[in-house]
């Protein structure tokens, strides 16, 4: 897990698919990731991220969701059905 602190006006922009948490006070903005262009979005691998203007903590995560499931069955001891 990473914290980002964003001071009051300051901004920053997540993969939708790392995100994790905000605090009320964080002000969030969805768009496509490359604005205007969804076939050119849709190929950088990258199709939704989050704008997000502080005050306020943002939670994220190292891995997407589909890496995060496949480095846990890679290290724990059970077998994916």
Same mark, same amino acid.
């Given at each position: 897990m990473d914290v980002i602190t964003l001071?009051?006006?300051q901004q920053v922009v997540v993969d939708s698919g790392h995100l994790v948490a905000y605090d009320e006070t964080v002000k969030s903005n969805l768009?496509?990731?490359v604005e205007g262009k969804?076939?050119?979005s849709l190929k950088s691998?990258?199709? /939704?991220? !989050?704008? !997000?203007?502080?005050?306020?903590?943002i939670m994220t995560q190292t891995r997407n969701p589909g890496a /995060?499931?496949?480095h846990l069955t890679e290290v724990l001891p059970f077998e994916r059905a």
């Open positions: 001071a009051e006006g768009r496509r990731a969804t076939v050119q691998g990258e199709g /939704l991220v !989050f704008e !997000f203007t502080g005050p306020g903590r /995060l499931i496949l």
